[in-house]
């Protein structure tokens, strides 16, 4: 079984800065794209981030410049430096990864429980 865990979350004020972590664990055999999704109070899940397994990135246009993606694929760890925080960043961030299990050929999409960020002064 394969599971995604944040860590990193919490409480930051306008201006400052978090990183996220996601470690994945369990029997896998290669990851492709990981990914940081949030949600809101009241609002629908959006994509933040991703990273491809050959490190391109894209990002929504809410955060370019502040937030940056990485990956560690020695770890199966994805990262999320977020710079610049605003109030409206906040949400419960969330990761995802597109994972390939030994033996099989299709991926599977797995998402981690999620780690809130709140932005207040």
């Known amino acids: 079984q394969v599971q995604l865990v944040e860590s990193g979350g919490g409480l930051v004020q306008p201006g400052g800065s978090l990183r996220l972590s996601c470690a994945a664990s369990?029997?896998?055999?290669?990851?492709?794209?990981m990914a940081w999704s949030r949600q809101a109070p009241g609002k629908e899940r959006e994509l933040v981030a991703a990273v491809t397994s050959d490190g391109s990135t894209n990002y929504a246009d809410t955060v370019k410049g502040r937030f940056t993606i990485s990956r560690d694929n020695a770890k199966n760890t994805v990262y999320l430096q977020m710079s610049s925080l605003k109030p409206e960043d906040t949400a419960v961030y969330y990761c995802?990864?597109?994972?390939?299990?030994?033996?099989?050929?299709?991926?599977?999409?797995?998402w981690g429980q999620g780690t809130l960020v709140t932005v207040s002064s």
């Open positions: 369990g029997t896998i055999f290669s990851i492709n794209t």
């Open positions: 995802n990864a597109e994972v390939l299990l030994p033996g099989s050929d299709i991926y599977l999409e797995v």
